[in-house]
């Protein structure tokens, strides 16, 4: 039974109307001193929430549409966002049918168009709406603008990360939908977010074919939704797992993207326990400091390992390593600085043994009853420490209510990523294809009374796609694996064009280019919201610019 709360009438959601526990929580500003509840015990400083408050959150069960729904209230001249409730309008239960899709246009939301009297860069129209695909139970959560009296010439989709959603780049929707001609897409991946949760299923015996089926999972509802959606070329931002499968989906389905943005993401770097690579310093690349690192730390930290000129575009000349490597070299070290960094060590073997287990934290979120929003704030509380209260407790509810959910997706990261966020399959290896394939293009229709069918046509080569690797200037990613990918990209360009004509060079699109976010961490979109939104905006007029000069022959 949930608790008593006011609703938007229109769609049926909950608008924001409770205060912030998690703020509670927190140390009091110049005081310097922990709360008195931290102070008794250590598992309250991990998991702030207090005993009361967690169960009535879990008492409340709010569902994941509500929660939704008062996240991207917060979207700047955004303030009744549109919610579908096709899933996510009944809270979590133990009843497995609890995401499935439901059926119906009650359960539609009506779009919101914000005007130039209230919206400044409108107008523009807000969708949220189930996308449903083909098979039993596979459907994907839509939000997307667009601008009125505007044709859609480019569009930007956007994924998010492991276990997260859409909502969490409520920062970013206002700010990358101003740019005349473009319209903003962002899903959530299926088995994710309120996206549908159909069983994952792997019935690959080999590593290899688990690993291809895992991607495919993900990347082939992308390309379907693709299809529906009618877009033929668009730009793809990704983060973290998310620019992971962005780089899978180019490799697999070729000739439709004019660039990839790839916001700190996982994979890339070989697994150092395989390589036997060297042991660095602990404060680098951990999975541990996405649960344990401080955010309000992070934004407020200047890294003195990256200069100033590496920071938000340089041209990329490994600045940022070359920075490393001259320290190094100073104390007689000769490490190429190209090189990915490790975790300072193995994880345990127990930890191992859960992750090949496929025992996710949110099942323990499951499994904990009451106690799961507690356990959700000791995330929470760190990783959303830099904002507004309300902002916060908003994106805290947000997160409990998505992590509660039946497992699905998930349990695809056992068969991607090993124990420490390190690829089974490293992009590394692979990153040098994007924009290199074969492209075989569909043959023309032809009426039924045409006696002659035409020759298929010749396969062709892509001409290169730009990539950007955006890190953050404290991200516990490893922003060298972005410098290594860079410089291999730029090798196999070299050798694609070793005997190519001049027309063919100033056709060719294939880059990389490294760009760091100044004081943010893993979610730059959120850390530095305002430096991450101008960065994306210049990567959209490039490609406009791009698609302009193609166009002019």
Known sequence: MAAPSRTDSSNGTETRTQQSPLASQRPKEGSGQPTKDARANRFTQYFPLSYKDGFSQWWANISPAAAEHAVLSYVPYLRRPPTHTHTGLVPPSDDDQAMSVSEGSMHD???VTTHSNNDP??????????????????????FSVER???????????????????????????GLSRHRGWKLWALDLLGMGRSSRPPF???????????TEAENWFIDALEEWRIQRRLERFTLLGHSLGGYLAVAYALKYPGHLNKIILASPVGIPEDPYAVQAEMPEPETSTLGNEFLQDQSDVVNKKNPNIPDAAKTGDNNNFLNARSKTEKELANGSNKDPRTPTAPRRPFPKWLAYLWDANISPFSIVRWSGPLGPRFVSGW???????????????????????????????????CILAPGAFARSPLIRRIQGVGRQMITPSPTPMPDEAKDTPPAPEPRRENGVPVVFMYGENDWMDVAGGYAAEQKMKEERELVLRNATEAERKADNGSGK???????????YLDGW????????????????????MEGG
Not at 158 to 171: P, T
Not at 380 to 402: I, V
Not at 542 to 547: G, P, Q
């Open 121 to 142: 860069h409108g107008p523009r129209t807000w969708y949220s709406k189930m996308i449903k695909l083909g098979g039993k139970d596979r459907a994907l959560n839509e």
């Open 380 to 414: 929470t509380s760190r990783r959303f420490s830099h904002l507004p209260p309300d902002e916060a407790q908003a994106l805290h509810n947000y997160s409990y209510s998505l992590f509660r959910l039946r497992g699905s997706g998930e349990y695809a990261l056992g």
């Open 148 to 174: 009125v009296g505007e044709d859609a010439e480019d569009h930007l989709v956007i994924l998010h990360g492991y276990g997260a959603g859409l909502g969490y780049f409520y920062k970013n929707f206002e």
């Open 201 to 211: 299923i792997l019935r690959a015996k080999d590593q290899q074919g688990k690993i």
């Open 109 to 111: 939301a009506e779009p």
């Open 530 to 549: 305002e430096e991450f939104n101008e960065v994306v905006r210049k990567e959209m007029e490039d490609v406009t610019r791009r698609r302009k000069a």
């Open 514 to 524: 490294v760009i760091i976010i100044r004081r943010a961490g893993h979610h730059v």
